[in-house]
Structures are given as structure tokens and as C-alpha cells.
């Protein structure tokens, strides 16, 4: 378990959750997604279990070819790119 405290202002994940845009790489591809918590709040960022989770299925262990997958709140949508790229 894991708990990101949030304080508006303060703080390295407070930064990085109004940073007006995020980028990452994941099976091989840059993805660059646009954030925007003022005007939408927690679904217009990017969170780190997001980020965990593409990483374990970069990993390989879960194989998604051929599977149909729902993400549910899904936010700005990187699991599902990464999942659809993997
Ligand atoms: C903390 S954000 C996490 C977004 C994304 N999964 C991530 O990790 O970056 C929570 C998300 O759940 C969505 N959400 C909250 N309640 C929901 C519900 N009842 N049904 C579907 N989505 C919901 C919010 O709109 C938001 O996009």
C-alpha cells in the first residue's frame, strides 16, 4: 500500500501534478500527455499508480494481445495508451 499525501503548493508531487504536461516512455514510444488540475482537477493529471502500473505491464508478466481491457478511471488515459501500445 501506498499513500501520496497531497498539499496544495508544496512539495515534488505537488510540482509535478501541475506541470502543464507529462511525458513518458513506454514500449518504445514517447507518450506526452497535457495536464490540467486547476480546471479539472484529480482527472486531468496523471497519477503515480498509473505510472507503476505501465511498468509492471511492461514487464511482461500479464500478456495483452488479443485481450479487450476497460480501464476505469482512466483520467488521462495512460494505462489504457500503454496497454493498446503493449
Ligand atoms: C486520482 S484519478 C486517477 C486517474 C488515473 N487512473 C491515473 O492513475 O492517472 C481518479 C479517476 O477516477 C475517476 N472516477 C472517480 N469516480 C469514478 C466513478 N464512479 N466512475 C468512473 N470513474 C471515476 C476520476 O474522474 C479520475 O479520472
Known sequence: MALVPYEEGAGWGA???HSPAATYRFAS???RLRQD???LGVAA???DAAVVLCA???MGSTDLRDR???ELGAGTG???IVATLL
Do not use: A, C, D, N
Open 29 to 31: 514510444r514517447t507518450i
Open 68 to 70: 479487450s481491457v476497460i
Open 15 to 17: 510540482r509535478q501534478l
Open 37 to 39: 488540475w486547476r480546471r
Open 78 to 80: 495512460l494505462l489504457g
Open 56 to 58: 509492471y505491464l511492461e
Open 45 to 47: 493529471v496523471v497519477w
